[in-house]
């Protein structure tokens, strides 16, 4: 079983930046692939990032390419999600997920196991 506290969330101007933490209990953090999704209110949540279990293969949905970098520290149980250039449009409560598999491809749309949530708002 793996339990996950989202941190990091708050109110931020457009062109401002956040970075999110999710800390994960459980001694098989390290071996699953982690990532992030997000809903926004009144939508559908959707996915944002995954990462592989090593911190390899970071791989992203198209609306935030280039402006969130996601990252982990298996010494720590956490993974981050580094937002930078951030627009309105990212305003939604951000959750982080885990999956018991070392690696994901394309854009999941579920998770085994989920975070609380933070919420991030951005003002325009």
């Known amino acids: 079983q793996v339990q996950l506290v989202e941190s990091g969330g708050g109110l931020v101007q457009a062109g401002g930046s956040l970075t999110l933490s999710c800390a994960a209990s459980?001694?098989?953090?390290?071996?699953?692939?982690m990532g992030w999704f997000r809903q926004a209110p009144g939508k559908e949540r959707e996915f944002v990032a995954h990462?592989?279990?090593?911190?390899?293969?970071?791989y992203y949905a198209d609306s935030v390419k280039g402006r969130f970098t996601i990252s982990r520290d298996n010494a720590k149980n956490t993974v981050y999600l580094q937002m930078n250039s951030l627009k309105p449009e990212d305003t939604a409560v951000y959750y982080c997920?885990?999956?018991?598999?070392?690696?994901?491809?394309?854009?999941?749309?579920?998770?085994?196991?989920w975070g609380q949530g933070t919420r991030v708002t951005v003002s325009s």
């Open positions: 459980g001694r098989t953090f390290s071996s699953y692939a």
């Open positions: 997920a885990a999956w018991r598999t070392a690696f994901m491809f394309g854009r999941p749309t579920n998770s085994d196991y």
């Open positions: 990462i592989s279990w090593s911190g390899g293969t970071p």
